[in-house]
């Protein structure tokens, strides 16, 4: 049976980040609809209670 052990840390640039990311899958275009609709129906937040 295997041991279940913490993973080790990892490091990575901005830019290496930013190049996993471009090379990843990219959404289809119905999920940006989806997006799209959702963030036009979401509420408007309370005024802030702090003085800006």
Do not use: F
Request: glycine fraction near 4%.
């Amino acid at each position: 049976m295997g041991r279940l052990t913490p993973a080790a840390a990892s490091r990575c640039t901005l830019a290496e980040l930013a190049m996993y990311l471009r090379a990843g899958p990219k959404p289809d275009p119905a999920y940006w609809k989806a997006v799209a609709a959702i963030t036009r129906n979401q509420p408007k937040l309370p005024k802030s209670p702090w003085r800006r």
